[in-house]
């Protein structure tokens, strides 16, 4: 069964720092472009950094620029959205989405990301507040 989970989520007072996990089963990771999505409160779902499968490439979105960081460990078929200087736009549940092939990145990076990639978690919620 193909499977993403995502953990680390919970509350943290503006200013702090959370790691999100995204763990897959099932397939591997190294060839898909992974992202990571979020949805606050009555907002439509936004991309907020992917990663390319192949030569690492990340892309965030402005408003986390200098503040989140994306990685992945192949080896433990896991990718992690490191988040620093959080404030409360930021509260969102966070999915980690996959997608398999050349174009998976370009997909990521596009308005059509949220919606479109192969894989899905449950998301995991994040709440920043004092």
């Known amino acids: 069964q193909l499977q993403l989970v995502e953990s680390g989520g919970g509350l943290v007072q503006p200013g702090g720092s959370l790691r999100l996990s995204c763990a897959a089963s099932?397939?591997?990771?190294?060839?898909?472009?992974i992202g990571w999505f979020r949805q606050a409160p009555g907002k439509e779902r936004e991309g907020v950094s992917c990663?390319?499968?192949?030569?690492?490439?990340?892309y965030y979105r402005d408003s986390v620029k200098g503040r989140f960081t994306i990685s992945r460990d192949n080896a433990n078929n896991t990718v992690y959205l490191q988040m620093s200087s959080l404030k409360p736009e930021d509260t969102a549940v966070y999915y980690c989405a996959a997608h398999q092939g050349p174009f998976g990145f370009r997909l990521c990076v596009s308005a059509r990301g949220t919606e479109g990639m192969d894989y899905w978690g449950k998301g995991t919620l994040v709440t920043v507040s004092s």
């Open positions: 099932g397939f591997t990771l190294d060839y898909y472009a």
């Open positions: 990663i390319n499968s192949s030569d690492g490439i990340t």
